[in-house]
């Protein structure tokens, strides 16, 4: 069983989308390993975006990620990195396939409703800090 680290951004939180969004990974042989509910602080957003920090758009990131309340959580399954980040859809939620989470739930390319670990060696960084 894989492992990969889930997150429901704040925009999804505060538009009430939390269930629905869960249901689509169980839905898809997903399960739930652990789940919390935090607004996470700049130490946790700057060591889960440290790819990103030289980039012109991480301000207006972190800002977005502290507005309010992110589910995290751990799922598994087989594949479970690469089928969720099928089932998130493309970054852009304009991009994104139909029936995707982000074509459903995301707004813009900041506001896209959720994350994905993008491989296995993310993943296992990701899940020790959101979950140490
Ligand atoms: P995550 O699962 O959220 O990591 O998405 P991803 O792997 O598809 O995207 P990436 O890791 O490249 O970017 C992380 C997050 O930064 C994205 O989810 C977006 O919210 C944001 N982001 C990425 N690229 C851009 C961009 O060009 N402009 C803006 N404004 N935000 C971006
Ligand atoms: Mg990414």
Redesign the pocket.
């Known amino acids: 069983m894989e492992k990969t680290l889930v997150l429901i951004k704040p925009d999804a939180v505060s538009s009430k989308q939390v269930g629905k969004i869960i249901s689509v990974y169980e839905e898809n042989q997903l399960t739930i390993e652990s789940i919390k509910i935090l607004i996470p602080d700049d130490d946790i957003l700057s060591r889960h975006?440290q790819e990103?920090i030289n980039k012109d758009?991480y301000p207006?990131?972190i800002e977005f990620m502290k507005s309010g309340r992110i589910i995290a959580m751990v799922l598994s399954s087989e594949d479970a990195i690469e089928k969720v980040r099928r089932i998130?859809g493309?970054?852009n939620p304009v991009d994104a396939e139909m029936g995707s989470i982000r074509k459903t739930f995301g707004t813009n390319?900041?506001m896209?409703a959720?994350?994905?670990s993008?491989n296995p060696i993310d993943a296992r960084r990701e899940i020790e800090i959101w979950f140490n």
């Open positions: 975006y990103h758009f207006d990131l998130n493309k970054t390319v900041t896209n959720v994350h994905g993008a």
